[in-house]
């Protein structure tokens, strides 16, 4: 191929840049709806410590080797994860565990930007004040006078995201739904279309400070409320203690471990094929190793001092103790609790709009990132342009996501995606990443490839710890995890059409993806691009 048919090669402008981005992937829903419940409903105070074990020994220490993979691919002229995986492990096996980096990404914006548009619907149902007022929405939903104003929005919730019945985002009472949807997935084709600079770079650098401008805002609010009238026991430093007290007794829960675990995963947008992408933009002496550790330590600020201080707390002040038949769920906090809160609070109406407006920023920063590893890969492995390789994928995610707006009853599909893409899948490509590099690459080379251009040192301990401890942390984990509930979800999905749907839609997509992967491999090797030992 002649220098002027090949796809130009895109890049980060900046350093502040690439760690905005990969801070604006890592800084999503995850932090702040996730990430309060699951602590909440995981030994409060308690969850902290498998939770920074976690964060220690898998979540940075991963987050280091995958930009310093993701690099190193990019100097040898790779983006896409089948193609890196090779350029680090010259075999031909290497390129299919690629593919799972590309699926994982793909399924979760499946539902992810689902979760997303509601996100931007209810910020503009705020706006126009539908929201705002819970005794006009009981009539315009034709509730009982009576009916609690839990209920009410309860209603809202279901009905808007269709959960009561499949196929009713399909009707007219749906269509509004439906448009938002369709106007946030376009937004996220329209900034991966511009490319990785001019589309995600410069997003994330206006939505980053502006996030945090709407949550500290928020937080603030939070932080004053006053105890309902009647009420003097629930102040915000009760809910705070509801939220952080700790209850050790959870720390022998495998359960626990798990959570914590995933929620690190999840929520740094490790193990999920992103950052090695994003790395491989870099230049050889670009830092990684502080670039790495900033990005970490901003979604934890994100999620450890906002996502943990609002959402709970401010849902105590209103709800007291009967918060805890709430604080599992994450829909049901985001979406039932906290529009219940906004509406009793001094207010409400514009602090409600800023909430839902900075989750929408905080969604679309990951969601964007969830495309560029596919897109990356179709560019590289057949030589497509951007506007076609974004059409492609348009094409399959449209499948994916009409299938799980489709099957909207009880948010079924959109649990089964998550569990096996979210969930489960990571699982296995975190593994998978970390033997590559802890035995493949090697923790030498790793560590001298790490400290190139580095602006820190980063303690060996970290390489050791990537090479014994982490792989067998994560195996036992995984392991407990598969023991635990992996048959009991195996039987579940068996016995539900729409579950049983969804992961052969999964399985369909991914025998597509390592088919097209398979036909990359084989253009490398014409190339000689890739030379298997
Ligand atoms: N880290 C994001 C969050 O906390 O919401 C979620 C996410 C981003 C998941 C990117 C997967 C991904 F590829």
Redesign the pocket.
Known sequence: MSQSQRPRQDGWASRIGVILAVAG???????????PGNAAQNGGGAFMLPYFISLLVLGIPLCWAEWTMGRYGGRHGFNSSPGIFTAIWPHRAAKYFGAIALA??LF??MY?VQIEAWCLGYALNYLNGTLTDPASLRQTLQLAPTAEETKVFGEFFSRYVGSHEDGALFHPQGRSTLWVVVVAFLLNFALIYRGISKGIESFCKVAMPLMVFCALCVLVRVLTLDPPPGKPDQTVLAGLGFMWNPQPKKLLDPGTWLAAASQIF????VG???IINYASYLKKDDDVALSGLTASSM?EFF?VCLGGLITIPAAFVFFGLALREYAGSTFNMGFIVLPNVFAQMPAGRFFGFLWFFMLFL??IT??V??LQ?VIAFLEEGFGLRRHASATILGLITALGCGYVLYFSGETKALAEFDFWS?TLM?YVLALFQILLYGWVFGIQRGEQELHQGAHIRVPRVVQWNLKYVAPVFLLAIFGSFCWQSGKQQLVATWKDPVKFGSVLFMLVVFGFLLGMVHIAGRRWERQGKVKYE
């Open positions: 992937s890592a800084v999503g829903l995850g932090n702040f709806l996730r990430f994982i990404p979760i914006y992810y999840f929520s740094l947008s999920f094929g992103i979604n999620e905080a969604a990951s969601s990132s969830m590893p979210g990571i």
